[in-house]
T-cell receptor
Framework: DSGVTQTPKHLITATGQRVTLRCSPR?????VYWYQQSLDQGLQFLIQ???????AKGNILERFSAQQFPDLHSELNLSSLELGDSALYFC?????????????FGEGSRLTVL | KNEVEQSPQNLTAQEGEFITINCSYS?????LHWLQQHPGGGIVSLFM???GKKKHGRLIATINIQEKHSSLHITASHPRDSAVYIC??????????????FGTGTSLTVIP
């Protein structure tokens, strides 16, 4: 058990809809990372938050947004969903802001868009 | 252009064999991570390296910052080592925007 909790584990929805994925980091970790893993593109970095502020941005679509709340949990919002958004979405936490902190992954949220 | 290249893509080994997976990267980094993903989908971080060498049980990871290369070694491989191994780097500086870049993974199968 990594100590990182992601909900929901599975989600099935229709095109055009909006969903919210939630991540609770390990106790004390200030950094939260979001990643997308699809069959055709592998793992991709979406965004990082550190102590409530956006720290780094990757290949995150404009239809997607994220935030980190004062209690350090984070949410990833996906809107106007398309078939291609079907993927595993992972959250990871780390105690540090930069890259030198160990990463602890949640079990992922599997999104299926029909 | 892939910032991170891994080889081999697929690897089959007999139980007990010594295994090496290689990772080369093209950007400046603050750290390199080796990740393990089992068929169930969960990801576990095996190592985080910024220099030198680390060992954990039968796993050894090395990094050469000057050559921008890292290797993951598994000694005395076991069927439970069967998984996908992914190399990931955290970029450093304005050029990379401090992003993560991932290799495409090495699928390892260890046969009893």
């Amino acid at each position: 058990d990594s100590g990182v909790t992601q909900t929901p584990k599975h989600l099935i929805t229709a095109t055009g809809q909006r969903v919210t994925l939630r991540c609770s980091p390990r106790s004390g970790d200030l950094s939260v990372y979001w990643y997308q893993q699809s069959l055709d593109q592998g793992l991709q970095f979406l965004i990082q938050y550190y102590n409530g502020e956006e720290r780094a941005k990757g290949n995150i679509l404009e239809r997607f947004s994220a935030q980190q709340f004062p209690d350090l949990h984070s949410e990833l919002n996906l809107s106007s969903l398309e078939l291609g958004d079907s993927a595993l979405y992972f959250c990871a936490s780390s105690p540090l802001a930069g890259g030198v902190g160990e990463l602890f992954f949640g079990e992922g949220s599997r999104l299926t868009v029909l | 252009k892939n910032e991170v290249e891994q080889s081999p893509q697929n690897l089959t080994a007999q139980e007990g064999e010594f295994i090496t997976i290689n990772c080369s990267y093209s950007v400046g980094i603050s750290a390199l991570h080796w990740l393990q993903q089992h068929p169930g989908g969960g990801i576990v971080s095996l190592f985080m390296l910024s220099s030198g060498k680390k060992k954990h049980g039968r796993l050894i990871a090395t990094i050469n910052i000057q050559e921008k290369h890292s290797s993951l070694h598994i000694t005395a491989s076991h069927p439970r080592d069967s998984a996908v191994y992914i190399c990931a780097v955290k970029g450093l500086g304005a050029n990379t925007g401090n992003q993560f870049y991932f290799g495409t993974g090495t699928s390892l199968t260890v046969i009893p």
